[in-house]
């Protein structure tokens, strides 16, 4: 248990639906992050947020939207996905004045998108 | 961005000590040193980070060489839970975003 939860842990969605994935962090920290995971490569980071500002965007398709209403809750919306999003979706927290050095990852949303 | 290289697997007896390298061999004054474990179909971990100074806490010790050119994650007593990708993360405390770049870690099998 890191602190970190995810909503929900499993999705699947067909290429025509809209869903949004939660992630609550019970830290008290000030910075959260997406991250995508695919089969056999590394994470990618996909957005920031710091202090409820999104501070990097990694060249996200515009079919990834996140929202972050404040410090502890962060959602990523997605809609018209590919087959090729199909992934693990994971959320972290993270202390500003650290800079984001040490993360803290919830479980996961492992997304399959049909 | 300095660079690591990690073996891709490493095999460790349980009850036995896991040594874990990571060469840095371009890193500079002000980059720490990071590593993360990811179990899988888990959110990576925490472990430990240093600059200059080896490092203990809880669930390892990192060794970093004088030179600063490499390091080495220790845990003294492996277990079958520590069985994970292990990842060794340089970054710079400024000026350098919040990005960690997570690489392809050392796949580090615990057997009985």
């Known amino acids: 248990e890191t602190g970190v939860t995810q909503t929900p842990r499993h999705l699947v969605m067909g290429m025509t639906n809209k869903k949004s994935l939660k992630c609550e962090q019970h830290?008290?920290?000030?910075?959260m992050y997406w991250y995508k995971q695919s089969a056999k490569k590394p994470l990618e980071l996909m957005f920031v947020?710091?202090?409820?500002?999104?501070?990097e965007n990694n060249s996200v398709p515009s079919r990834f939207s996140p929202e972050c209403p404040n410090s502890s809750h962060l959602f990523l919306h997605l809609h018209t996905l590919q087959p090729e999003d199909s992934a693990l979706y994971l959320c972290?927290?993270?202390?500003?004045?650290?800079?984001?050095?040490?993360?803290?990852f919830g479980p996961g949303t492992r997304l399959t998108v049909t | 961005d300095a660079k690591t290289t990690q073996p891709p697997s490493m095999d460790c007896a349980e009850g036995r000590a896991a040594n874990l390298p990571c060469n840095h061999s371009?890193?500079?004054?002000?980059?720490?040193v990071y590593w993360y474990r990811q179990i899988h179909s888990q959110g990576p971990q925490y472990i430990i980070h240093?600059?200059?100074n080896n490092e203990t806490n809880e669930m390892a010790s990192l060794i970093i060489t004088e030179d600063r050119k490499s390091s080495t994650l220790i845990l003294p007593h492996a277990t079958l839970r520590d069985t994970a990708v292990y990842y060794c993360?340089?970054?710079?405390?400024?000026?350098?975003?919040?990005?960690?770049?997570f690489g392809k870690g050392t796949s580090l099998l615990v057997t009985p």
């Open positions: 972290a927290s993270s202390q500003e004045r650290d800079r984001g050095y040490e993360q803290y």
């Open positions: 830290l008290g920290h000030n910075a």
């Open positions: 947020y710091s202090l409820e500002e999104r501070v």
């Open positions: 371009t890193i500079s004054g002000n980059v720490y």
């Open positions: 240093g600059l200059k």
């Open positions: 993360i340089v970054k710079p405390h400024y000026n350098s975003g919040y990005a960690l770049n």
